[in-house]
C-alpha cells in the first residue's frame, strides 16, 4: 500500500500545471529601457551606407536583381531600413502587436496563515504582465495580484513606477482589473483591441516580462488546441487555448496577439512534465469579454454560473433503452442535484437532460462547436451570466419536459479559494476550531495535500454537496495544550459533528452555542466517534490565559464576532 502511495506521488509531482508568476523575497529596480540598441561602425563613420540585410532580405534583393536584369530593366535603387520593415512584416503577413500597451507589474503579498488564522505571512513580491485596454484599465491575471497589499506597474521603456489600484478581482477565470490614478500613465499608450478565437494552427505571440531578463520579451507559436481547461488558480473549468510558445514565470498576464496583432488570450499557466515541452495555456477572448462585461454590468465581479449537477454519460445502448430514449435521442443522465441551487426544485436525479437553451447535446455531453469540432456543453452555461435564465430539455419517465431555469454560481462545501476573505476561526479551552477549504488543506498538508491530507476530508472534498447554503466543515485545527486540555492533545483536523447532541452547521452557530451554553458540561461530538467533554466554566476561565500565552489577540475572528 505505501509503494502504490509513494508511486503516485512521484507522478503527481512529474506532472504540473503552474501558474507563471515570478515570485522573489525582494523588489529589484532596474532602469534599464527596452529602447532598441543602436550599433555603431567602429571602422569608419560613414552613416551613409545601405543598411545591413537579414539573410533573408538578402535573398529577396538577389531575385529581384536577376529579374530586372533578364528583361533588361534597370537595377532598383537599395532599400532602406523602412522599406525593408514593411517588406518583412508584408512578407510574414502579419501586423506588429502594440507592445507599448504591455506592462510589467510589481506586486507585494501578504497571504493569511490559515495554519494559525490569527496571523499573516512573512510579505513576498513577485512580477507579472498586464496589457492596456479601453477606459483607462489594465488587465493580469488573479493570481499575479492575490493577497495584494501594493500594486504597481511600469511601461515599457520606462524607469517610474506608478501605483495601480486593484478594481476587480476573478479566481474563476484567473484575470485582474487595474487601473492608475495618475494621468501620466496613460500618454503615449494604445489600448489593445481584442479579436475573435483563433482556429487551429492559427500563430499566436506571446508578450510579456518572464523570467531571464528585465525587459520584454516576444515568443511565437501555433493554436494547438481548443478545450474545456481545468484553471488551476481557481479549480473552475472552462474555454481555454493551448499554445506551443513558451509560457514561463513572469509571462503571466502578459497578451497573446494574432497575425493582425489583436490580442486573443492571456497567458496564465503552463504544464510541466517529463514528456512534455513547451506546452501553454491561455485565456481566450469569450472568458476575457465576459469577465469585463460582467464588471460594467454589475460593478464588480459576480462569477460564472454553472449547472448544479452531476451527470453521466448515455453512451451504453443498453442504459439509453433502460432510460426509455428513443433512437434519434441523445443526452446525458443526472446523478444528483446540489440541494441549494435553483435547478432542485425542477430537476431530478434520473432526468436525461436532451438539450440547453435549444441546442442538442450527445451521449458524451458534448455539443456542436465549430466546423468539426465538438465541446462540453459547459461551454453554453459558462457563456452565461449570473442570475441568467435558460431553457432545459429534459426526458422523464419517457416523457419530454421543458423547463426555465436560474443559473447562480457555484459555492462548494470546501471552498476552492478564500476569495481574499481572512480565515475564520474560534477558539475555547486551548481547542482551536477553524472551516475547511482547499488553501487550508494546502496549509496543513503542502502542495501534495490530496495524497497527505485526511481521507474523509478528501471524500467530502470531492464528493460532497451543501445541504444548506450556508454550511460549512468545521475542524479542530489544533489544541493548543494546557491543563484543562489534558489527554486531548493529539486531535488534529478532526471534523466536529454535533455539540450538546445538537448539529453544528458552519462555524458561527457552533461559536454561539458554546458562547451561550449554561450547561454543566461542554460535549463535542467528533469524526470518528470520538467525543471531547470538559467543564464550562473551567473551560471558559482557561482561554484566556491561554490566549495571552500564544500572543492570541481574540478567541474568534472579526466574522464570528456578534455585532450588533
Same mark, same amino acid.
Given at each position: 500500500?505505501?509503494?502504490?502511495?509513494?508511486?503516485?506521488?512521484?507522478?503527481?509531482?512529474?506532472?504540473?500545471?503552474?501558474?507563471?508568476?515570478?515570485?522573489?523575497?525582494?523588489?529589484?529596480?532596474?532602469? +534599464?529601457?527596452?529602447?532598441?540598441?543602436?550599433?555603431?561602425?567602429?571602422?569608419?563613420? @560613414?552613416?551613409?551606407?545601405?543598411?545591413?540585410?537579414?539573410?533573408?532580405?538578402?535573398?529577396?534583393?538577389? !531575385?529581384?536583381?536577376?529579374?530586372?536584369?533578364? @528583361?533588361?530593366?534597370?537595377?532598383?535603387?537599395?532599400? /532602406?531600413?523602412?522599406?525593408?520593415?514593411?517588406?518583412?512584416?508584408?512578407?510574414?503577413?502579419?501586423?506588429?502587436?502594440?507592445?507599448?500597451?504591455?506592462?510589467?507589474?510589481?506586486?507585494?503579498?501578504?497571504?493569511?496563515?490559515? /495554519?494559525?488564522?490569527?496571523?499573516?505571512?512573512?510579505?513576498? /513580491?513577485?512580477?507579472?504582465?498586464?496589457?492596456?485596454?479601453?477606459?483607462?484599465?489594465?488587465?493580469?491575471?488573479?493570481?499575479?495580484?492575490?493577497?495584494?497589499? +501594493?500594486?504597481?506597474?511600469?511601461?515599457?521603456?520606462?524607469?517610474? !513606477?506608478?501605483?495601480?489600484?486593484?478594481?476587480?478581482?476573478?479566481?474563476?477565470?484567473?484575470?485582474?482589473?487595474?487601473?492608475?490614478?495618475?494621468?501620466?500613465?496613460?500618454?503615449?499608450?494604445?489600448?489593445?483591441?481584442?479579436?475573435?478565437?483563433?482556429?487551429?494552427?492559427?500563430?499566436?505571440?506571446?508578450?510579456?516580462?518572464?523570467? %531571464?531578463?528585465?525587459?520584454?520579451?516576444?515568443?511565437s507559436g501555433v493554436v494547438s488546441r481548443i478545450e474545456i481547461l481545468s484553471y488551476v488558480h481557481g479549480s473552475a473549468e472552462l474555454l481555454g487555448?493551448?499554445?506551443?510558445?513558451?509560457? @514561463?514565470?513572469?509571462?503571466?498576464?502578459?497578451?497573446?496577439?494574432?497575425?493582425?496583432?489583436?490580442?486573443?488570450?492571456?497567458?496564465?499557466?503552463?504544464?510541466?512534465?517529463?514528456?512534455?515541452?513547451?506546452?501553454?495555456?491561455?485565456?481566450?477572448?469569450?472568458?476575457?469579454?465576459?469577465?469585463?462585461?460582467?464588471?460594467?454590468?454589475?460593478?464588480?465581479?459576480?462569477?460564472?454560473?454553472?449547472?448544479?449537477?452531476?451527470?453521466?454519460?448515455?453512451?451504453?445502448?443498453?442504459?439509453?433503452?433502460?432510460?426509455?430514449?428513443? +433512437?434519434?435521442?441523445?443526452?446525458?443522465?443526472? !446523478?444528483?442535484?446540489?440541494?441549494?441551487?435553483?435547478?432542485?426544485?425542477?430537476?431530478?436525479?434520473?432526468?436525461?437532460?436532451?438539450?440547453?437553451?435549444?441546442?442538442?447535446?450527445?451521449?458524451?455531453?458534448?455539443?456542436?462547436?465549430?466546423?468539426?469540432?465538438?465541446?462540453?456543453?459547459?461551454?453554453?452555461?459558462?457563456?452565461?451570466?449570473?442570475?441568467?435564465?435558460?431553457?432545459?430539455?429534459?426526458?422523464?419517465?419517457?416523457?419530454?419536459?421543458?423547463?426555465?431555469?436560474?443559473?447562480?454560481?457555484?459555492?462548494?462545501?470546501?471552498?476552492?479559494?478564500?476569495?481574499?476573505?481572512?480565515?475564520?476561526?474560534?477558539?475555547?479551552a486551548g481547542f482551536v476550531f477553524s472551516t475547511v477549504s482547499v488553501p487550508y488543506l494546502r496549509s496543513e498538508y503542502g502542495k501534495d495535500y490530496?495524497?497527505?491530507?485526511?481521507? !474523509?476530508?478528501?471524500?467530502?472534498?470531492?464528493?460532497?454537496?451543501? +445541504?444548506?447554503?450556508?454550511?460549512?466543515?468545521?475542524?479542530?485545527?489544533?489544541?493548543?495544550?494546557?491543563?484543562?486540555?489534558? %489527554?486531548?492533545?493529539?486531535?488534529?483536523?478532526?471534523?466536529?459533528?454535533?455539540? @450538546?447532541?445538537?448539529?453544528?452547521?458552519?462555524?458561527?452557530?457552533?461559536?454561539?452555542?458554546?458562547?451561550?451554553?449554561?450547561?454543566?458540561?461542554?460535549?463535542?461530538?467528533?469524526?470518528?466517534?470520538?467525543?471531547?467533554?470538559?467543564?464550562?466554566?473551567?473551560?471558559?476561565?482557561?482561554?484566556?490565559?491561554?490566549?495571552?500565552?500564544?500572543?492570541?489577540?481574540?478567541?474568534?475572528?472579526?466574522?464570528?464576532?456578534?455585532?450588533?
Amino acid at each position: 500500500m505505501d509503494n502504490r502511495k509513494q508511486k503516485r506521488k512521484r507522478a503527481h509531482k512529474n506532472k504540473t500545471i503552474e501558474n507563471s508568476t515570478t515570485s522573489t523575497t525582494t523588489t529589484i529596480n532596474t532602469n +534599464q529601457h527596452d529602447n532598441d540598441t543602436e550599433i555603431l561602425d567602429t571602422n569608419n563613420n @560613414n552613416h551613409d551606407s545601405p543598411p545591413s540585410l537579414s539573410a533573408a532580405a538578402k535573398r529577396r534583393q538577389k !531575385k529581384l536583381l536577376k529579374r530586372c536584369s533578364a @528583361n533588361n530593366l534597370p537595377s532598383p535603387p537599395p532599400p /532602406s531600413s523602412s522599406d525593408l520593415v514593411a517588406c518583412d512584416d508584408m512578407v510574414a503577413g502579419r501586423v506588429v502587436p502594440a507592445m507599448d500597451a504591455v506592462v510589467k507589474v510589481f506586486c507585494v503579498h501578504t497571504e493569511p496563515n490559515f /495554519s494559525l488564522p490569527w496571523q499573516r505571512k512573512r510579505q513576498y /513580491s513577485s512580477s507579472s504582465s498586464g496589457f492596456v485596454i479601453s477606459g483607462r484599465r489594465v488587465l493580469t491575471n488573479a493570481h499575479s495580484v492575490e493577497h495584494y497589499t +501594493q500594486v504597481k506597474v511600469k511601461k515599457r521603456g520606462s524607469d517610474t !513606477k506608478y501605483l495601480a489600484t486593484v478594481l476587480a478581482i476573478a479566481t474563476e477565470c484567473d484575470i485582474a482589473m487595474l487601473t492608475v490614478d495618475d494621468d501620466e500613465f496613460w500618454e503615449d499608450v494604445s489600448p489593445v483591441e481584442f479579436g475573435e478565437l483563433p482556429a487551429l494552427q492559427d500563430a499566436v505571440t506571446v508578450v510579456g516580462y518572464p523570467i %531571464g531578463g528585465d525587459t520584454i520579451s516576444v515568443t511565437s507559436g501555433v493554436v494547438s488546441r481548443i478545450e474545456i481547461l481545468s484553471y488551476v488558480h481557481g479549480s473552475a473549468e472552462l474555454l481555454g487555448l493551448q499554445i506551443d510558445a513558451a509560457i @514561463n514565470s513572469g509571462n503571466s498576464g502578459g497578451p497573446a496577439f494574432n497575425d493582425k496583432g489583436n490580442c486573443v488570450g492571456i497567458a496564465f499557466q503552463s504544464l510541466k512534465h517529463d514528456d512534455a515541452e513547451n506546452i501553454g495555456y491561455v485565456i481566450p477572448t469569450p472568458v476575457i469579454l465576459h469577465f469585463i462585461k460582467d464588471y460594467e454590468k454589475n460593478g464588480a465581479y459576480t462569477g460564472f454560473p454553472i449547472l448544479s449537477v452531476e451527470w453521466q454519460k448515455m453512451e451504453n445502448p443498453d442504459l439509453r433503452k433502460a432510460m426509455g430514449m428513443k +433512437q434519434d435521442q441523445k443526452g446525458v443522465r443526472i !446523478k444528483r442535484i446540489d440541494p441549494t441551487a435553483p435547478e432542485s426544485a425542477v430537476l431530478k436525479p434520473s432526468d436525461v437532460i436532451l438539450s440547453f437553451d435549444g441546442v442538442d447535446i450527445a451521449n458524451d455531453g458534448t455539443v456542436p462547436f465549430r466546423h468539426g469540432e465538438r465541446i462540453g456543453f459547459s461551454y453554453l452555461v459558462s457563456q452565461k451570466y449570473t442570475g441568467d435564465g435558460a431553457e432545459i430539455k429534459i426526458l422523464r419517465d419517457a416523457a419530454t419536459l421543458n423547463f426555465d431555469i436560474k443559473l447562480v454560481s457555484h459555492r462548494r462545501l470546501i471552498p476552492a479559494h478564500s476569495e481574499g476573505r481572512r480565515p475564520s476561526y474560534y477558539i475555547i479551552a486551548g481547542f482551536v476550531f477553524s472551516t475547511v477549504s482547499v488553501p487550508y488543506l494546502r496549509s496543513e498538508y503542502g502542495k501534495d495535500y490530496e495524497y497527505e491530507a485526511p481521507v !474523509k476530508i478528501l471524500d467530502k472534498m470531492l464528493h460532497s454537496m451543501r +445541504q444548506t447554503p450556508d454550511e460549512q466543515l468545521v475542524v479542530v485545527s489544533q489544541v493548543l495544550v494546557a491543563d484543562v486540555n489534558i %489527554g486531548y492533545e493529539d486531535i488534529v483536523n478532526t471534523q466536529i459533528l454535533a455539540f @450538546n447532541n445538537k448539529p453544528v452547521k458552519n462555524l458561527k452557530s457552533l461559536a454561539d452555542m458554546v458562547e451561550n451554553c449554561d450547561e454543566e458540561f461542554l460535549k463535542f461530538d467528533l469524526e470518528y466517534d470520538q467525543i471531547v467533554v470538559l467543564q464550562t466554566k473551567t473551560a471558559k476561565a482557561a482561554t484566556l490565559d491561554i490566549l495571552k500565552t500564544h500572543c492570541i489577540p481574540s478567541a474568534m475572528s472579526d466574522d464570528l464576532k456578534d455585532t450588533n
